[in-house]
């Protein structure tokens, strides 16, 4: 019986194969059209963790060590910005602490394309004002790696964090 089921085991392994891309890129004018998306596997993810630790230590020197030097933000609330890395230094100013803790990081790439990359991280992050205030919310974030594997473009979206 054992070895029946190890013989089953290798013949359906022999039957399937993992895929190594998938979904479609569908931005209509955009030279990737109709594209797939692979993983890529950079050091996005890596420096996105020691980007987050950086974050929650709120240590503005290391953090924007991993941001290049124009970073475009779109917030959860749609407001969109262009930071420099001088406008990162005020970021922590009105926060007695920050907790963005991880659930998720996807690294991704559309395929047959420059190395130019998106890491998907969905997320808590509560954030304690010096005035007592708490801000706490889900997030799923795309932040985009350049060429220099520095963060040029947040896109961030959330949902509120349903009381118990």
């Given at each position: 019986m054992k070895k029946l089921l190890i013989l089953?085991?290798?013949?359906?392994?022999?039957g399937t194969q993992a895929q190594?891309?998938?979904?479609?890129?569908?931005?209509?004018?955009?030279e990737f059209y109709n594209k797939p998306f692979v993983f890529s596997n950079r050091g996005e993810t890596?420096?996105?963790?020691?980007?987050?630790?950086?974050?929650?230590?709120?240590?503005?020197?290391?953090c924007t060590s991993y941001i290049a030097d124009k970073c475009e933000v779109t917030g959860f609330d749609g407001v969109k910005t262009?930071?420099?890395?001088?406008?990162?230094?005020?970021?922590f100013a009105?926060?007695?602490?920050i907790n963005w803790d991880v659930l998720s990081i996807v690294p991704l790439r559309?395929?047959?394309s420059d190395p130019v990359s998106g890491v998907l991280v969905n997320?808590?992050?509560?954030?304690?004002?010096?005035?007592g205030s708490v801000w706490k919310k889900e997030l799923l974030e795309l932040?985009?790696?350049?060429?220099?594997?520095?963060?040029?473009?947040?896109n961030q979206f959330s949902q509120d964090i349903a009381k118990k």
């Open positions: 089953s085991c290798i013949l359906f392994g022999m190594d891309f998938g979904g479609k890129f569908l931005v209509k004018d955009s890596e420096k996105m963790i020691e980007f987050i630790n950086a974050y929650n230590a709120m240590d503005i020197v290391k262009s930071l420099t890395k001088e406008d990162w230094k005020n970021y009105n926060y007695k602490s559309i395929k047959d997320s808590i992050e509560t954030r304690i004002g010096k005035d932040f985009v790696f350049d060429l220099d594997l520095k963060i040029s473009k947040i």
